[in-house]
């Protein structure tokens, strides 16, 4: 195997991720915009972007386990070329049937495609990079994927705004198609487990084998999850339902200049995951997981001046800079926080099971974000005209979590 960490496997899995997650942050960024400008319903969207996360919660650990029995590049290279088989049909329907229920039905095969394929993303690096390069790897793909986000979003709320949704569309099913391409010609060392079972009785098993690892042999991933599933619950999802709906629907901005704005509060969210992942790779050596809480505490302070800003301020240009700047600096500090944790869990998991347990992690995380997303839906929708309460709320539980967080990884760091 090829230890070096700028191997041609690596790269191609990085250009083609490039390629990928750039359509993928442009698809995600255009359909729930869409949904929202026709209805200006929060609470509507809120279900359906809730209703999207349903197979990716389910797929998430078959995804796992398949990384782990069969060729991950043959999983990219199929998963992409589906991606676009959707985005085309929906391309194709969106005049024929019912809108409301085609963009469900389309945002929850991209979303469990996507929870699908990370797993086989995320369990190729310790086949690809020597385990000293691991955090450095997780830095590359975490910078790679804020890059794309940052550029589909800007770019998605330009042609938007100017021509609508169909360029998006086609842009994004060529994407996807360069990326499987490209993806055939990526060669990941793999080892065939053989099993006699039936398809049902391996999931379970495998899916039972990790639960254990990481109740009984990794505990400190298992309470990590907990912190992971309240921060989703109570920050994460209140982030992806306010963005949309305060910058178009709330704050006093022309709507053409309120979907650009949007445009470019997503690139700032992207920006601050680039910056976020460019730092946790710079100083990966100097990062620490016991001092992983301050991270999650300084993300719930963010939230606060959010709140102050619509209380205090009724210019829509300056609550629009406050939310975009405390939205950039949460994703600054959140994506050091994962590449952290990703890298510590590839670290301590073995081989065989390392794509059952990511899978199990990215679950039990995704399990918040419905909840949270229909929660605070329906929260802005019943609270309409006192946004920042909703806001406020939030901020107060998630620094309570953060701050029990803090107490948890000192606790570990000293075993």
């Given at each position: 195997?090829?230890?070096?960490?700028?191997?041609?496997?690596?790269?191609?899995?990085?250009?083609?991720?490039?390629?990928?997650?750039?359509?993928?942050?442009?698809?995600?960024?255009?359909?729930?915009?869409?949904?929202?400008?026709?209805?200006?319903?929060?609470?509507?969207?809120?279900?359906?972007?809730?209703?999207?996360?349903?197979?990716?919660?389910?797929?998430?650990?078959?995804?796992?386990?398949?990384?782990?029995?069969?060729?991950?590049?043959?999983?990219?290279?199929?998963?992409?070329?589906?991606?676009?088989?959707?985005?085309?049909?929906?391309?194709?329907?969106?005049?024929?049937?019912?809108?409301?229920?085609?963009?469900?039905?389309?945002?929850?095969?991209?979303?469990?495609?996507?929870?699908?394929?990370?797993?086989?993303?995320?369990?190729?690096?310790?086949?690809?990079?020597?385990?000293?390069?691991?955090?450095?790897?997780?830095?590359?793909?975490?910078?790679?994927?804020?890059?794309?986000?940052?550029?589909?979003?800007?770019?998605?709320?330009?042609?938007?705004?100017?021509?609508?949704?169909?360029?998006?569309?086609?842009?994004?099913?060529?994407?996807?198609?360069?990326?499987?391409?490209?993806?055939?010609?990526?060669?990941?060392?793999?080892?065939?487990?053989?099993?006699?079972?039936?398809?049902?009785?391996?999931?379970?098993?495998?899916?039972?084998?990790?639960?254990?690892?990481?109740?009984?042999?990794?505990?400190?991933?298992?309470?990590?999850?907990?912190?992971?599933?309240?921060?989703?619950?109570?920050?994460?999802?209140?982030?992806?339902?306010?963005?949309?709906?305060?910058?178009?629907?709330?704050?006093?901005?022309?709507?053409?200049?309120?979907?650009?704005?949007?445009?470019?509060?997503?690139?700032?969210?992207?920006?601050?995951?680039?910056?976020?992942?460019?730092?946790?790779?710079?100083?990966?050596?100097?990062?620490?997981?016991?001092?992983?809480?301050?991270?999650?505490?300084?993300?719930?302070?963010?939230?606060?001046?959010?709140?102050?800003?619509?209380?205090?301020?009724?210019?829509?240009?300056?609550?629009?800079?406050?939310?975009?700047l405390c939205c950039f600096f949460i994703m600054i500090f959140s994506t050091i926080f994962t590449v952290q944790m990703m890298s510590f869990i590839q670290t301590e998991t073995p081989q065989n099971l390392i794509g059952k347990v990511i899978a199990?992690?990215?679950?039990?995380?995704?399990?918040?974000?419905?909840?949270?997303?229909?929660?605070?839906?329906?929260?802005?929708?019943?609270?309409?005209?006192?946004?920042?309460?909703?806001?406020?709320?939030?901020?107060?539980?998630?620094?309570?979590?953060?701050?029990?967080?803090?107490?948890?990884?000192?606790?570990?760091?000293?075993?």
């Open positions: 195997m090829d230890q070096k960490l700028f191997s041609k496997d690596f790269m191609l899995v990085i250009i083609g991720q490039i390629i990928s997650l750039f359509g993928n942050a442009t698809i995600r960024f255009a359909l729930p915009l869409y949904l929202l400008n026709l209805t200006g319903s929060s609470a509507l969207y809120g279900t359906v972007t809730a209703c999207a996360f349903i197979p990716a919660i389910l797929l998430s650990p078959i995804g796992g386990i398949v990384a782990d029995r069969i060729n991950k590049r043959n999983i990219m290279v199929i998963l992409d070329f589906f991606t676009a088989t959707v985005i085309l049909a929906f391309s194709l329907l969106i005049n024929e049937v019912n809108l409301i229920l085609l963009l469900t039905i389309t945002l929850m095969l991209l979303y469990g495609i996507a929870s699908a394929y990370q797993p086989s993303v995320q369990a190729s690096i310790p086949a690809l990079v020597n385990q000293d390069n691991f955090m450095v790897a997780n830095s590359i793909i975490n910078t790679i994927s804020s890059f794309a986000s940052l550029i589909g979003p800007v770019l998605g709320g330009v042609l938007y705004s100017a021509y609508g949704l169909n360029p998006i569309l086609w842009v994004c099913v060529v994407c996807f198609i360069i990326s499987a391409i490209m993806e055939i010609f990526i060669k990941i060392p793999f080892q065939k487990q053989t099993s006699n079972d039936n398809i049902l009785k391996i999931a379970k098993t495998d899916f039972t084998e990790s639960i254990r690892f990481i109740r009984k042999e990794k505990p400190v991933i298992g309470k990590t999850l907990l912190v992971i599933y309240g921060i989703n619950l109570f920050l994460s999802a209140m982030i992806i339902v306010a963005l949309p709906y305060l910058v178009t629907e709330v704050l006093n901005l022309e709507a053409s200049q309120a979907n650009k704005l949007y445009g470019f509060a997503e690139g700032a969210l992207a920006a601050g995951g680039l910056i976020g992942g460019i730092s946790a790779g710079i100083f990966a050596n100097k990062l620490s997981i016991h001092k992983s809480g301050n991270l999650v505490i300084a993300c719930a302070i963010c939230v606060f001046p959010i709140s102050a800003a619509l209380i205090l301020f009724s210019s829509g240009m300056i609550n629009y800079i406050v939310i975009t199990v992690i990215l679950t039990v995380s995704m399990c918040a974000q419905p909840l949270g997303n229909a929660l605070y839906g329906i929260l802005f929708e019943v609270c309409r005209g006192y946004e920042y309460t909703v806001v406020l709320f939030s901020g107060i539980i998630s620094l309570i979590i953060a701050i029990s967080t803090r107490n948890i990884f000192k606790k570990f760091s000293t075993k």
